[in-house]
């Protein structure tokens, strides 16, 4: 079963019906070896981010996860669900940018003490 960072995170605060499914999905369907975070919020100088799902193992590294619900397609580059174009378009500059930060903020040696960071110039600085 992947673990759910916080340990006591209450799948039932995600009010979004197909992101509550994924994370319980992956809760338990992972081994305990795998580190979910649900929406993580990401606020850099620029802009504020969110990753739907953060997933993390120690050896075979990190994902984050967009979670999208319904029929989806891609046409010239922008995602639609039916005729609606999706805004912000997917996956994204501001998507990989987050994911930048996060890939930077993840102290690799330690899963339990993401606490030191060595951040690029874009994203916020760390305090620990």
């Keep these: 079963m992947g673990l759910l960072i916080p ?7 995600i009010d979004n019906v197909t992101e509550r499914r ?23 100088a620029k802009r504020p981010f969110e990753v739907d799902v953060l997933i993390f ?3 075979y590294g990190i994902a ?15 995602w639609y669900r039916g005729s609606d174009i ?4 997917l996956p994204g500059k501001h998507k990989m940018h987050a994911m930048s930060c996060v890939n930077a903020s993840v102290n690799t040696t330690t899963v339990f003490n993401i606490s030191k960071y060595n951040m690029p110039s874009h994203c916020p600085t760390a305090k620990t």
């Design 7 to 13: 340990a006591d995170y209450d799948t039932r605060l």
């Design 22 to 44: 994924v994370v319980e999905n992956l809760r338990d369907r992972l081994s305990d070896s795998w580190y979910i975070i649900p929406r993580l919020d990401i606020a850099t």
């Design 86 to 89: 999706l805004e912000p378009p």
């Design 57 to 59: 193992h120690q050896d």
């Design 64 to 78: 984050g996860i967009e979670v999208k619900g319904g029929r989806l397609r891609v046409d010239d580059g922008e």
